[in-house]
């Protein structure tokens, strides 16, 4: 007798058991206490069944909340002891144009419990940023604990990108002014206008006519720069004075043009000899300044037009007449127009080339260069 209760009791055990399982196979995404079970496993439940298991989370009973001092508070995580670590913002090499400065683009440091030590690093060694080369910056930070790290990075100063130089056509003529603009230039942007002309100004930062720079530039005339100063001992005594001149002018530029420009001449062009007490300066100038992306201009035709020679207008303009029909693929003709008879001979020189099948355009960073050999 007791065994067959025994049977019986567990036959409903393993019905229950089956009808469970019935409803577990509708999945979790039906699985509420409303679905209807599928219709090929109610057939046999139907009877036992009556209802569905209740799901887990609703027999559960409330989360019991323990006041905030009781609850225990987990093991802190362990964090194993190391040496700082430093992180080099962009990497440990670093490619970088050459420039007139070089700004490192920073770093991270923290000890092994993250807290920072930005702070406390040092940086060792010098990057040179006009001097193409490699150089080496070295970053060392310690901790409280007296642990420390050195880490490398390697700063690669390499040239500017250039844009190709685009041969223009034959009979191009570069008309180039030194050492304005002064009174004379608004007389002579007239006479460009007139002609349709476009030439180069290579300014003198000091004079500070804004006025009349801004006006070439606005006509469509090229701006670029020529010194601040003029004084030859104070711009050649080392790069760092170049430098300083340079860029005293070319914020003059930008005052009168909104841009700085990237095209320049030497005063006394890159072939002086006034820079001579500074030994090698202008064949190391004349390289730093390409590798940071500037392009500087010398001239195939000279006007004569310095005031010691006496010139008259005419005589200017058969100079310049005779140069470029020595240069008829293209001619960059310097001129100054601090000097009345230089500018005034500007018409006649436009007039002759325009009847002989020249055009007249403002240099740019494509235009061919010329450049004499340098002498120191
Ligand atoms: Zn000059």
Same mark, same amino acid.
């Given at each position: *007798?007791?065994?067959?209760?025994?049977?019986?009791?567990?036959?409903?055990?393993?019905?229950?058991?089956?009808?469970?399982?019935?409803?577990?196979?509708?999945?979790?995404?039906?699985?509420?206490?409303?679905?209807?079970?599928?219709?090929?496993?109610?057939?046999?439940?139907?009877? !036992?069944?009556?209802?569905?298991?209740?799901?887990?989370?609703?027999?559960?009973?409330?989360?019991?909340?323990?006041?905030?001092?009781?609850?225990?508070?987990?093991?802190?995580?362990?964090?194993?002891?190391g040496d700082p670590i430093i992180?080099?913002?962009?990497?440990?090499?670093?490619? !970088?144009?050459?420039?007139?400065?070089?700004?490192?683009?920073?770093?991270?440091a923290a000890d092994y419990?993250?807290?920072?030590l930005? @702070?406390?690093?040092?940086?060792? +060694?010098?990057?040179?940023?006009?001097?193409?080369?490699?150089?080496?910056?070295?970053?060392?930070v310690k901790d /409280? /604990? +007296?642990r420390s790290t050195?880490?490398?990075?390697?700063?690669?100063? !390499?040239?500017?990108?250039?844009?190709?130089?685009? *041969?223009?056509?034959?009979?191009?003529?570069?008309?180039?002014?030194?050492? +304005?603009?002064?009174?004379?230039?608004?007389?002579?942007?007239?006479?460009?206008?007139?002609?349709?002309? #476009?030439?180069?100004?290579?300014?003198?930062?000091?004079?500070?006519?804004?006025?009349?720079?801004?006006?070439?530039?606005?006509?469509?005339?090229?701006?670029?720069?020529?010194?601040?100063?003029?004084?030859?001992?104070?711009?050649?005594?080392?790069? #760092?004075?170049?430098? &300083? @001149?340079?860029?005293?002018?070319?914020? =003059?530029?930008?005052?009168?043009?909104?841009?700085?420009?990237?095209?320049?001449?030497?005063?006394?062009?890159?072939?002086?000899?006034?820079?001579?007490?500074?030994?090698?300066? *202008?064949?190391?100038?004349? #390289?730093?300044?390409?590798?940071? +992306?500037?392009?500087?201009?010398?001239?195939?035709?000279?006007?004569?037009? $310095?005031?010691?020679?006496?010139?008259?207008?005419?005589?200017?303009?058969?100079?310049?007449?005779?140069?470029?029909?020595?240069?008829?693929?293209?001619? =960059?003709?310097?001129?100054?127009?601090?000097?009345?008879?230089?500018?005034?001979?500007? &018409?006649?020189?436009?007039?002759?080339?325009?009847?002989?099948?020249?055009?007249?355009?403002?240099? @740019?960073?494509?235009?061919?260069? =010329?450049? $004499? #050999?340098?002498?120191?």
């Amino acid at each position: *007798m007791k065994r067959s209760i025994c049977w019986i009791l567990a036959a409903l055990f393993l019905l229950a058991v089956a009808a469970c399982g019935s409803n577990a196979a509708e999945g979790p995404a039906t699985g509420t206490a409303h679905s209807p079970a599928p219709k090929d496993t109610q057939d046999d439940v139907v009877a !036992v069944v009556v209802t569905p298991p209740p799901t887990q989370e609703a027999t559960l009973p409330p989360a019991p909340t323990l006041p905030p001092e009781l609850i225990p508070t987990p093991e802190p995580t362990e964090v194993p002891v190391g040496d700082p670590i430093i992180t080099l913002v962009e990497g440990e090499e670093l490619n !970088v144009a050459a420039d007139f400065t070089f700004s490192d683009p920073g770093y991270f440091a923290a000890d092994y419990r993250g807290n920072s030590l930005t @702070d406390r690093v040092t940086v060792k +060694g010098e990057v040179v940023p006009y001097l193409t080369g490699t150089y080496e910056l070295s970053y060392s930070v310690k901790d /409280d /604990d +007296g642990r420390s790290t050195t880490v490398v990075r390697r700063v690669h100063i !390499v040239p500017a990108e250039m844009p190709e130089i685009v *041969m223009p056509p034959e009979k191009t003529v570069y008309l180039t002014f030194d050492d +304005g603009p002064c009174g004379y230039t608004e007389e002579l942007l007239d006479v460009l206008k007139k002609y349709n002309a #476009k030439a180069t100004f290579f300014v003198i930062g000091n004079k500070r006519r804004t006025d009349l720079i801004k006006r070439a530039y606005a006509e469509g005339h090229s701006i670029g720069v020529h010194t601040y100063c003029h004084e030859y001992n104070k711009i050649y005594k080392n790069e #760092k004075a170049f430098f &300083e @001149d340079f860029q005293k002018t070319q914020e =003059v530029i930008k005052e009168a043009t909104g841009s700085y420009t990237r095209i320049f001449r030497f005063p006394g062009g890159s072939a002086n000899t006034a820079s001579r007490r500074s030994k090698g300066i *202008m064949t190391r100038l004349t #390289k730093i300044m390409e590798d940071m +992306g500037y392009r500087y201009f010398d001239w195939n035709v000279s006007a004569g037009d $310095s005031g010691g020679n006496g010139y008259t207008a005419s005589q200017i303009k058969s100079r310049v007449v005779n140069g470029l029909k020595n240069h008829s693929d293209y001619a =960059v003709v310097l001129q100054h127009d601090i000097h009345l008879n230089s500018v005034r001979a500007v &018409e006649g020189i436009l007039k002759w080339g325009q009847e002989n099948g020249y055009t007249f355009l403002a240099l @740019d960073l494509t235009s061919p260069v =010329v450049h $004499s #050999k340098v002498q120191n």
